[in-house]
T-cell receptor, first 116, second 111 residues
Framework: DAKTTQPPSMDCAEGRAANLPCNHSTISGNEYVYWYRQIHSQGPQYIIHGLKNNETNEMASLIITEDRKSSTLILPHATLRDTAVYYCIVRVAPLITQGGSEKLVFGKGMKLTVNP | DVKVTQSSRYLVKRTGEKVFLECVQDMDHENMFWYRQDPGLGLRLIYFSYDVKMKEKGDIPEGYSVSREKKERFSLILESASTNQTSMYLC??????????FGSGTRLTVV
């Protein structure tokens, strides 16, 4: 299973763009990159995911390099409420073919602190 | 708009007690998961289920069992609670076309 590497922490000024890096150099061709975040004392929240192309939704943008070995999550205008632990995850292949079960393996994530 | 509900937010149990943590999802998802989260260790998968009455061990199943009698409900059971099972427990559900949706978590303290 592909593993990811993130810096342990990052600071960002409120209102500025936050660029969160992730390395996944052993990713397989059919594995997606997922991003989740966890605000203190809450369950993780889905942000975005992608395979090859860049993706954008109402929360963030995901930029995946052409070789797919790394990606960047962009929060275009960070707010104080974006302070959280951000997890970059590569989706593990199903353990069985029938049923299509999949599991996410979480690393330690990266603590983003947005400062006023 | 709540989609994954965990029955208790905080729970205190005594060593040796049998503990049930309940999780219900209303999205008709096939897959459900139980994780525990501890400081410095991140989220670790305990058990998951891809269908009713089906279950698979995750990375740390020792000391736990699960039950999935109905599609919407996935229970985590601590047969004999121990202090090293004090943790935050997180339930999630998913299907192949969606991301994971997590519950708010149950903070269990075993004394």
């Amino acid at each position: 299973d592909a593993k990811t590497t993130q810096p342990p922490s990052m600071d960002c000024a409120e209102g500025r763009a936050a660029n969160l890096p992730c390395n996944h150099s052993t990713i397989s061709g059919n594995e997606y990159v997922y991003w989740y975040r966890q605000i203190h004392s809450q369950g993780p929240q889905y942000i975005i995911h992608g395979l090859k192309n860049n993706e954008t939704n109402e929360m963030a943008s995901l930029i995946i390099t052409e070789d797919r070995k790394s990606s960047t999550l962009i929060l275009p205008h960070a707010t104080l409420r974006d302070t959280a632990v951000y997890y970059c995850i590569v989706r593990v292949a199903p353990l069985i073919t029938q049923g299509g079960s999949e599991k996410l393996v979480f690393g330690k994530g990266m603590k983003l602190t947005v400062n006023p | 708009d709540v989609k994954v509900t965990q029955s208790s937010r905080y729970l205190v149990k005594r060593t040796g007690e049998k503990v049930f943590l309940e999780c219900v999802q209303d999205m008709d998802h096939e897959n459900m998961f139980w994780y525990r989260q501890d400081p410095g260790l991140g989220l670790r998968l305990i058990y998951f289920s891809y269908d009713v009455k089906m279950k698979e061990k995750g990375d740390i199943p020792e000391g736990y069992s699960v039950s999935r009698e109905k599609k919407e409900r996935f229970s985590l059971i601590l047969e004999s609670a121990s202090t090293n099972q004090t943790s935050m427990y997180l339930c999630a559900s998913s299907d192949p076309t969606s991301g994971y949706t997590f519950g708010s978590g149950t903070r269990l303290t075993v004394v």
